[in-house]
């Protein structure tokens, strides 16, 4: 239909709909789609109103500034002008024309309406650019195009949206334009004109309703910072970081945060007190530095947000939300499709490995899943980037998006500052470059010219390495991996890499290890939190800092344990994911934080003080009851029925007993609310009465390491006897089989966990031609080994 004067110039945010992308740019057609169609789901989007794309392209015609601005863009493309000289005189053309009378009128009109909703003269207003072409599933365009906040006053709100239509034409916007194959006069600019949350007072941020890096699309993830959103956004800060499990948020009395991650939050963007400006940024208070931006309540309310949108979108979207200080009250004030996971059914990912384990230079958040190496170009300033060499590894204090012409030429990039739900992430993500952000020290650690390797493939934390490392691409058809009748599970034991795993058939996680959580991120002696008086002031220093923002050093165990325990659970919900409580031997927990205070010394660890003996036993009876206050958590207060306890290294009926019995007593009883207890067959003895260890488990998990150890008295970690140490011999073999009837005599299920099906293709057959019911594999061996089990399983059937 042709456009008509009468038509009209700004449309108010409740009148448009999804389908008005064409009229107001992708980000107020889906604030219009949020405001008519949420609003009932609890959603609440500020009020506001829209310029049109006809209206920019009246005033370009009423300019008659078209042909000198094409003029430009053709001598950029002939190399005739640079793309600095050319956006800057476009800008300056569009800055010099004046708004047509009647668009001033209309905004004059709705600003004063706004006014009358609000009961607020001159209420502070967002202004915000939307392109027609931004915010769609393939490109995203984030922070191509300027914001304004805190504007107020007519001439102020008009002049803003003057400066709106001239950032159409930022030089990073021309860049990322053509990069992406749009016409640039094919293009119209919207501006968005909405009620300023007072999150200058509270706090704001970003959400994907996906794992961003991962694609994982269980669960939704919150950054968040005090003050104004531009912070996290444009990357100037490190966020908190909040995961939500989305499958369990409507369960009753569930509340499945399961991750809760505090960020350094450095500055806070508020309202500036001066005329001349509308922000400013301040340091954080130290102490706001060290708390949490959002109450659990809070976490979930956006978490519920988030499900609703997607589900109204069919399809994962990026959030960003505000939290007014004023009445405490949460907003959704943009949202647009995720460009990276969210365009197709996942078929096929790639899987990166170092070869080699080294100590890494320094760590930050991972954005990607990729491995790079090169020589660092390292750049300060933007004004510098004319110097960055083609296939260089960028590193920076931070990347916005005015970097993205340097960022789609990196091999990889690393920042200072920044999170994973920045608008620089985001456009890394789309050009496909791993990055890791928010080193926090990345430009004072590293040198211009240093060869260096970047890993994301280790969940979201991303490692530097000094020096160019070898490493493994491989490439999986995930069409191509058969279907079995035992069932093929994962063995996983790092939190942050458990995501990265979901897209594997595997049915449920058949080994999940606490160790690496208490080492890693716990990182100090359970009973030193509980009995600090008995460790050193240093020790005690130390366990202050780790247990900050948390009620006690023992809630900061129980809550982390049961988080990491819980993203270890997620990944292939509602299958089985069987814990094994910690099996750390004496000299490994002597070398957490406070463990000497509490550890003796012993000859030999691996037939120690380990496993189930020290769960009922008083030197750490104290400590084993933080981990069932954990597993109770994960399990009922989040939700994760679907986690199966597994007790390790039990050598006797009546260690057995005792270790049930302290489980009930701490909230853990077998049969209770659904809960399942398998027992690790480790040892000869659960072999020889398998039966009657039966009577007291819902199921057994051979652990091959320890029990070819314990059948063939081969130390395992001896280089001396490495040649001895096969699963395969034929006592082990012997064993093994004897166990797996007899757990079936006795009804019970049994797998196995042990990493000899991850290493000897025959002896995944040998499971199979006994009736194992699970095989759980190390990721790494899961494409390979599923293979060898379906061909098992046919030969088996004769086929």
């Not at 009876?621 to 679907?642: D, P, T």
């Not at 073999?733 to 009837?741: V, Y």
Request: proline share 5%.
């Amino acid at each position: 239909m042709a456009h008509q004067p009468t038509d009209p110039a700004v449309i108010w945010f409740q009148d448009l709909s999804i389908g008005d992308v064409p009229s107001v740019g992708g980000k107020n057609a889906s604030l219009g789609e949020l405001v008519r169609q949420l609003g009932t789901a609890g959603v609440r989007v500020p009020a506001g109103f829209a310029t049109t794309a006809q209206a920019y392209r009246d005033f370009v015609a009423a300019g008659g500034i078209r042909p000198a601005m094409e003029a430009h863009i053709a001598r950029f493309r002939a190399g005739e002008e640079s793309l600095q000289d050319a956006g800057h005189a476009i800008r300056t053309l569009i800055l010099a024309c004046h708004l047509p009378d009647d668009l001033v009128s209309q905004i004059r009109t709705a600003y004063a309406r706004l006014s009358e909703i609000t009961q607020t003269r001159d209420p502070a207003v967002a202004v915000r650019s939307s392109a027609t072409a931004e915010d769609l599933p393939d490109a995203s365009f984030a922070g191509q195009h300027e914001s304004f906040l805190n504007i107020r006053g007519e001439k102020a709100l008009l002049d803003a949206c003057l400066r709106c239509f001239a950032s159409l034409f930022t030089d990073r916007a021309i860049s990322y334009r053509e990069a992406k194959g749009f016409d640039h006069f094919s293009v119209a600019l919207s501006v968005g004109i909405q009620q300023m949350v007072r999150s200058d007072l509270a706090g704001s941020g970003v959400i994907f309703t996906i794992d961003p890096e991962s694609g994982f699309p269980g669960v939704a993830t919150i950054s968040a910072a005090w003050g104004l959103g531009e912070t996290v956004v444009q990357g100037a800060v490190n966020p908190d970081r909040y995961v939500v499990f989305k499958a369990l948020l409507e369960k009753p009395g569930a509340a499945p945060i399961i991750e809760k991650s505090r960020g350094e939050k450095a500055i806070t963007m508020v309202y500036a007190q001066d005329a001349a400006h509308q922000t400013r940024v301040i340091p954080t208070d130290p102490d706001k530095r060290l708390a949490f931006v959002l109450a659990d309540a809070e976490i979930l309310e956006l978490g519920r947000w988030a499900v609703a949108v997607e589900a109204h979108y069919g399809r994962p979207m990026d959030l960003e939300w505000a939290k007014d200080g004023s009445n405490g009250l949460l907003y959704l004030v943009q949202a647009r499709p995720e460009t990276v996971h969210g365009t197709g059914q996942q078929k096929t990912f790639r899987r990166y490995e170092l070869k080699t384990q080294v100590s890494p230079l320094l760590s930050g958040v991972a954005v990607g899943s990729a491995i790079a190496s090169g020589q660092i170009c390292l750049i300060q300033d933007a004004s510098d980037i004319a110097r960055f060499t083609d296939g260089a590894i960028l590193v920076t204090g931070n990347t916005d998006p005015d970097w993205v012409p340097v960022m789609k030429r990196a091999a990889g990039i690393i920042t200072d500052r920044g999170g994973s739900t920045s608008h620089a992430a985001i456009v890394s993500r789309e050009l496909g470059v791993p990055a890791i952000v928010g080193t926090g020290s990345g430009t004072s650690i590293l040198r211009d010219g240093q060869q260096v390797t970047l890993s994301c493939a280790s969940g979201d934390k991303g490692l530097v390495y000094d020096g160019l490392l070898d490493f493994i691409v491989e490439d999986i058809d995930l069409t191509a991996i058969p279907k079995t009748d035992t069932a093929v599970m994962l063995n996983i034991a790092e939190p942050s890499a458990a995501f990265q795993w979901w897209p594997l058939p595997a049915q449920g996680v058949g080994l999940a290890r606490m160790e690496f959580i208490i080492n890693n991120l716990i990182k100090a002696h359970p009973m030193a939190l509980l009995h600090p008086e008995r460790i050193s002031d240093a020790h005690r220093r130390q366990i202050d800092a780790l247990a900050k923002g948390f009620a006690s050093p023992p809630d900061f165990f129980v809550e982390t344990l049961a988080r990491g325990i819980a993203r270890l659970a997620a990944p292939f919900f509602p299958h089985p994911a069987i814990v094994r409580l910690s099996d750390f031997k004496t000299n490994e927990y002597a070398h957490l934080i406070g463990g000497s205070a509490f550890e003796p010394s012993e000859e030999n660890p691996m037939l120690g003080f380990r496993g189930a003996s020290r769960y009922y036993d008083d030197r750490y009876r104290e400590g084993f009851a933080l981990e069932c206050r954990a597993l109770k958590m994960a399990r009922e207060a989040m939700g994760f029925s679907n986690i199966i306890v597994m007790v390790p290294f039990c050598r006797t009926l009546a260690e057995a007993d005792r270790v049930l019995a302290v489980m009930a007593e701490n909230g853990l009883q077998r049969g209770v609310d659904g809960l399942q207890v398998y027992m690790m067959c480790e040892i000869p003895s659960n072999v020889i009465l398998a039966r009657e260890f039966a009577r007291r488990f819902d199921g057994f998990s051979i652990g091959s390491n320890d029990l070819t150890q314990l059948i063939l008295g081969v130390d395992r970690d001896s280089d001396l006897l490495a040649t001895m140490f096969d699963e395969r011999d034929p006592a082990v073999k012997l064993s093994i089989a004897q166990a797996i009837r007899a757990a079936h005599e006795a009804g019970i299920k049994i797998g196995i966990c042990g990493q000899a099906p991850s290493n000897h293709a025959d002896f995944a057959a040998f499971l199979v031609g006994e009736g194992i019911d699970s095989i759980s594999l190390n990721p790494d061996s899961f494409v390979r080994t599923s293979a060898v089990i379906a061909q098992a399983e046919k030969s088996a059937a004769g086929g």
